[in-house]
């Protein structure tokens, strides 16, 4: 008996201050609910307050360049066309409506359009990066050091403005570096979650936890708009200052997985070993008997993982879609007209946030789909085509009233955030625990940064293209975004079909051929 409690001083030592502290409180060690309870709520506001710091460029775009509808692009590249352009229109004006040296030149949207480009290659590439490093580091420690980090350089942005900065290159130094702390964020709170969550009813989970997306993106928008009118610097400083202080809540709470906290997880088999009808025991999130150390998988290995990499592909144009609202909903709403009345800049990233309301929904209702129907291909691709109208029909008649551009906005954030959201979470958990990996629980953060991080090359690729193509046509950024939308769906193709073959074969097997039908189960 006394061997067995020798280590538990080690795990004790191992769990973080705030869990110790909770523990203290109640007087017994938490249960394995609880910690479950701690990581969905910590993971939430984590991500929650990653997006904030995201969104708030895409708020201040207007602001910066508030004349670009006005004007054409220059056919010189920035870098000369800016430097040509006398000193006295480089100059600061401090009037709010002036816009901001040098993104209020004629060639404004395109520069905001290459910041985009910097901020989302970087974060693609730090992506594969960081899933690679999550998989082997403490995935505490890690997220918090990206999270202090985009804190640190996401209001570095908005000191710009009291510094009286013009440069181009400081801002897109600085979008740089934010971009590569933000890319720790995605493959870390998906490892900590697929940790402490089975596959079992993963979909809805995921997708209800995945609104953090979209309500981060409500919070960055309605907290940068509420900030313009006191200086736009004040719209970065704010949001950096809350993903630091979430990063210290992490650091103080999270718990990386049952072992790091020594949690008694055997009356939760069912959540980590579930069952489902026609099925046999779906493979454990962690394999708590396993008793030799599991290698971390590598970026090699995880790309040949079935259906990595046509759902990454899938994600390179859903994300481009995405990410162009993302970035440029605000900006198109002020400089759009509706019902004959331009938008404040203020008005127009409230707005906005509707797309972001109707994407939470979507990401709910894709995960739920999908889990009903045990279906992930079906789902994400059904959404990608429903899309495809939808853009359609808010860039025809979203300016017709505000009514409509309203209604149409929510749609449009359905169809384009939910396989978005489905395929970044329940998808990526899924391939992360694939069978193919004989149950080894440390592929996780590397598969979620493969997915994403394809993905995240879309989302580099969409907002800059947007830059250009706007200053011509919006019409032609719509086309763009449909077309983006349907390759997304037929990428999927092959997997859509085989998800249909294998319904076919279930229902083709039900009552008087049972035995038929596990065959067919296992074959499958």
Known sequence: MGSLSEPAPQRSSRKPLGIRFLECIKGRNLSFKNHQAIVLIVTFFAYTSYHAARKTTSIVKST?????????????????????????????????????????????????????LAFLSIYAGGMFFSGHLGDRLDLRIFLTVGMVGTGLFTSLYGIGYWGNVHSFYYYLVVQMLAGLFQSTGWPSVVAVVGNWFGKSKRGLIMGIWNAHTSIGNITGSLVASALLTYGWGWSFVVPGLIIAFVGLIVFLFLPVNP?????????????????????????????????????????????????????????????????????????????????GKYLSSEMAGNLSTLFDVGGVLGGILAGHISDRLDARAITAASFMYCAIPALFFYRSYGHLSLALNIALMFITGMFVNGPYA?????????????????????????????????????????????????????????????????????????????????????????????????????DV
């Open 259 to 339: 072992e790091s906290v020594g949690t008694d997880t055997n009356e939760e088999d069912e959540s980590l070993s579930p069952k489902k009808i026609g099925e046999g025991v779906t493979q454990p999130l962690l394999r708590r008997e396993t008793k030799i150390e599991e290698k971390a998988v590598g970026f090699i290995e995880a790309w040949k993982i079935p259906g990595v990499a046509p759902f990454a592909l899938c994600l390179f144009f859903a994300k481009l879609v995405a990410y162009t609202f993302l970035y440029w909903l605000p900006f198109y709403v002020s400089h759009t007209a509706v019902n």
């Open 64 to 116: 910066l360049d508030p004349q670009s509808p006005d004007t054409s692009l220059k056919s010189l590249p920035w870098r000369i066309s800016y430097l040509k352009e006398p000193a006295e229109s480089r100059k600061l004006s401090w009037k709010l409506g002036d816009g901001w040296a040098p993104f209020n030149g004629s060639d404004g949207t395109a520069l905001l359009g290459e910041l985009d």
């Open 422 to 522: 489905l395929i970044t979470t329940a998808v990526s958990a899924d391939l992360g625990t694939h069978s193919s990996l004989k149950g080894n629980s440390r592929a996780l953060a590397t598969v979620t940064a493969i997915i994403d991080g394809t993905g995240s090359v879309g989302a580099a690729i969409g907002p800059l293209l947007t830059g250009y193509i706007s200053a011509t046509s919006w019409t032609a950024v719509f086309t763009m975004l449909m077309a983006a939308a349907l390759i997304s769906g037929l990428l999927l193709t092959r997997l859509v079909v085989a998800e249909v073959a294998a319904k076919f074969a279930e229902s083709g097997s039900q009552p008087g051929n049972q035995s038929r039908s596990q065959a067919g189960v296992l």
